[in-house]
């Protein structure tokens, strides 16, 4: 399958820092990303749609001031989380699709644990 | 309701055994359907895609689809140890775009 590649694994950062995450498709093109969180226990939640070329698409309840994310490329997508808490401590997950139809499955990052002390 | 409902685990299962994991969704226009496997602290990874009615078996798995019930099942038969891990379910709104079950943990036990 389709390999998406997501960087750094781990993370560790002060309150108050901002921490950036990058994801990357490596052999294919992916005009779509998707930002998920998950918490201990807890299922995946979708924080925010990457549009390469145009502004993320944010779920409710998500600030986009907050969890920046840019789009650069075809195969580059980032979320900056901007001024961590320990609130925002969790594991952040990527993901990216091949192709437009409705059945193209989705293909995970490695997934980011980041620790905010 | 939520979008996409799992049945409650754990699910705990004797080695050899067949291992059933149940999920609805309330979007009858939902067209594609996963099977993730989670291992703990590791991300999702696919089992299984299912996009019509009716059966589909890969190995030891097996996903059913049944669309008027909003309805889609994984079964793992001849459950090892190694199958342990929490099983999400997906359900597809736009390409790649997925709303996922809170998940259900399987234990195999030896």
């Known amino acids: 399958g389709a390999v998406v590649s997501q960087h750094p694994s781990r993370v560790i950062c002060k309150s108050g820092t901002s921490v950036k995450i990058e994801c990357r498709s490596l052999d294919f093109q992916a005009t779509t990303m998707f930002w998920y969180r998950q918490f201990p226990k807890q299922s995946l939640m979708l924080m925010a749609t990457?549009?390469?070329?145009?502004?993320?698409?944010?779920e409710q309840g998500v600030e986009k001031d907050k969890f920046l994310i840019n789009h650069a490329s075809l195969t580059l997508s980032t979320l900056t989380v901007t001024s961590a808490h320990p609130e925002d401590s969790s594991f952040y997950i990527c993901?990216?699709?091949?192709?437009?139809?409705?059945?193209?499955?989705?293909?995970f990052g490695q997934g980011t644990r980041l620790t905010v002390v | 309701q939520k979008e996409v409902e799992q049945n409650s685990g754990p699910l705990s299962v004797p080695e050899g055994a067949i291992a059933s994991l149940n999920c609805t969704y309330s979007?009858?226009?939902?067209?594609?359907f996963f099977w993730y496997r989670q291992y703990s602290g590791k991300s999702p990874e696919l089992i299984m895609s299912?996009?019509?009615?009716g059966d589909k078996e890969d190995g030891r798995f097996t996903a059913q689809l049944n669309k008027a019930s909003q309805y889609v099942s994984l079964l793992i038969r001849d459950s090892q140890p190694s199958d342990s891990a929490t099983y999400l379910c997906a359900v597809n709104t736009n390409a790649g775009k997925s709303t996922f079950g809170d998940g259900t943990t399987l234990t195999v036990k030896p």
């Open positions: 993901s990216a699709s091949p192709g437009t139809a409705m059945n193209t499955e989705a293909f």
């Open positions: 979007d009858r226009g939902s067209q594609s």
């Open positions: 990457s549009n390469e070329g145009s502004k993320a698409t944010y």
């Open positions: 299912i996009y019509s009615n």
